[in-house]
């Protein structure tokens, strides 16, 4: 059984920062891909981010340049380090693996103020 726990949403005012962290547990033995998707109130779930085991990321175009995502293989944990935030960036956030399946977290409200 595999578990992600996410953590570091919340309310922030346009032009703050906030850091996302995901974390999986459970019989893991590597982690291919790590990622952040989100998804607005009416609108169809997204990828943010991504990174691949060997640290190759792509990003939405609406975030490249103001979002960053890492991860920490022996933590079994990735990041999302969120600047100059936008009220268009207010959605719920879900951490999603491949481990040989696709495993999602349960998500982190992030709301951004104008």
């Known amino acids: 059984q595999v578990r992600l726990v996410e953590s570091g949403g919340g309310l922030v005012q346009a032009g703050g920062s906030l850091r996302l962290s995901c974390t999986a547990s459970?019989?893991?033995?590597?982690?291919?891909?790590m990622g952040w998707y989100r998804q607005a109130p009416g609108k169809q779930r997204e990828l943010v981010a991504g990174?691949?085991?060997?640290?190759?990321?792509n990003y939405a175009d609406s975030v490249r340049g103001r979002f960053g995502i890492s991860r920490d293989n022996a933590l079994k944990t990735v990041y999302l380090q969120m600047n100059s935030l936008k009220p268009e960036d207010t959605a719920v956030y879900y951490c999603?693996?491949?481990?040989?399946?696709?495993?999602w977290g349960q998500g982190t409200q992030v709301t951004v103020s104008s």
């Open positions: 999603n693996v491949y481990l040989g399946a696709w495993y």
């Open positions: 990174i691949t085991t060997g640290g190759s990321t």
């Open positions: 459970g019989s893991i033995l590597s982690i291919n891909f």
